[in-house]
């Protein structure tokens, strides 16, 4: 199977959320859920998102032979698209931090012998885990721990 028939079958899977919130939603307090979320996409507290980000994601990425998908966004200066070749850590964080930074793009991790998909969307304060293994679900509750981070489990 190809790696990009392989991703598009595990995102019809289940999936977790790696969120700066514990619960998508309050009792009678989903107006102010909202302002929070505005308030955290700015610029200072996105920063803030963005370091546990990268801090998380080249963790995991140090356990587990990985392939990366870039799908940023047209309008960049000079815009990545499709399976990146050079995985330096240098590189993984400086996509993934533009990605989360400019609110644009989108980078799908392919944990190929787990068949795990980690998916970080620009414009959201989430890290999307699909089909996460006994052994990726394992290291994530440590690592989500260590960032001040919540995971929640989305059924489809």
């Known amino acids: 199977m190809t790696r ?14 790696i969120d700066l919130f514990p619960r998508a939603e309050g009792e009678g307090c ?8 505005q308030y955290f996409l700015q610029d200072g507290q996105l920063s803030q998102f963005c370091d546990r980000a990268v ?3 080249l963790k ?7 392939e990366m998908f870039v799908q940023e966004y047209i309008p960049f200066r000079s815009p990545r698209s499709g399976w990146l070749k050079d995985k330096r850590c240098e590189m993984v964080a400086r996509i993934i931090r533009k990605v989360i930074m400019k609110k644009k793009g989108q980078v799908d ?7 795990t998909i980690v998916s970080i969307v620009g414009g959201t304060l989430s890290i999307a ?4 293994s006994e052994s990726v679900s394992s290291l994530l ?9 919540y995971r929640r489990r989305y059924f489809i």
């Open 4 to 17: 990009t028939k392989k991703l598009n079958m595990l995102f019809g899977e289940d999936y977790e959320l």
């Open 30 to 37: 989903q107006d102010f859920i909202n302002q929070a979320e």
């Open 55 to 57: 801090t998380l994601v």
């Open 60 to 66: 995991l990425l140090c356990y587990y032979p990985f």
């Open 109 to 115: 991790i392919l944990l190929g012998k787990e068949n």
């Open 129 to 132: 885990v699909y089909h996460p």
């Open 141 to 149: 509750d440590r690592l989500t721990e260590a960032e001040g981070l």
